[in-house]
């Protein structure tokens, strides 16, 4: 797994994705020397009810402003935002994905990279996670080692099929750093919302706390690997 002064590529989905998934993970691992960017695939907009052009500009770049103050608080050093429609990923060619990933992968060379479990509710979860496989196959010279996918607060539990849910077998002590997430993910004011609600920090830090239980930590984010290839 990705050691000190590791280069570290977070593939996402939408805007908070790349926090929700692994940013305890990612200021643990800045702090270690890591260089860190993330890719967020969508725009984030496209699928909310109720705007006008006008109206969907204004909250585009309030999330592009956000998603920018967010990243910095964990320490990614360089913050790729495309513009892919939100919850239409299925509708996209997944050749014009794929070539979005590869290019951020040729122009950094992580040696890991986290995305989206192929076993989320969400559509555009499912199609990074499988877009990321296709980009960071291992041919030979590819700088990709490891793969491993994250879990998402109201988009991995909300499955509901036993057959075929996420299934963590990577724990990270994040104990000192989940503060860290959380300051960074209240920069979403728009995204956050109130326990009960999974996007919470009550429910975040309950979720931390049960992936430590499971590994005997503190407070953990959980990962399962989808690959690692040792040189």
């Known amino acids: 797994m990705p050691a000190e002064k ?12 790349e926090l929700l998934g692994c940013g305890a993970t990612v200021a643990r691992q800045s702090a270690r020397g890591s260089t860190i960017w993330s890719l ?11 705007l006008g052009s006008p109206q969907k500009a204004r909250a585009l770049k309030k999330l592009q ?18 513009d892919f429609a939100d919850n239409k990923f299925d509708s996209v060619p997944r050749l014009e994905l794929v070539h979005a990933i590869e290019e951020v992968v040729c122009a950094f060379k992580p040696d890991t990279v986290y995305t989206h ?7 555009d979860h499912q199609i990074v996670c499988e877009a990321v496989k296709t980009a960071c196959r291992p041919l030979p010279g590819s700088p990709v080692r490891h793969i491993l996918s994250f879990e998402i607060p109201s ?3 909300w499955r509901f099929d036993s057959a075929k849910g996420f299934s963590p077998n990577v724990f ?7 503060d860290k997430k959380l300051k960074a993910l209240a920069a979403y004011k728009g995204e956050m919302r109130p326990f009960p609600h999974p996007r919470s920090e009550k429910y975040i830090r309950a979720l931390a706390a049960v992936r430590g239980g499971q590994a005997g930590l503190p407070a953990a984010e959980a990962f399962s690997l989808i690959r690692s290839v040792s040189a």
């Open 117 to 123: 479990s192929s076993t989320d509710l969400n559509i």
């Open 155 to 157: 988009a991995t539990e």
């Open 65 to 82: 402003d956000d998603s920018r103050k967010a990243n910095a608080v964990v320490g990614v050093k360089k913050l790729v935002l495309k």
């Open 172 to 178: 990270v002590d994040v104990s000192r750093f989940l």
């Open 6 to 17: 590791s280069r570290i590529l977070v593939v996402a989905a939408h805007p908070d994705d």
């Open 40 to 50: 967020v695939l969508g725009e984030g907009i496209t699928s909310r009810k109720g």
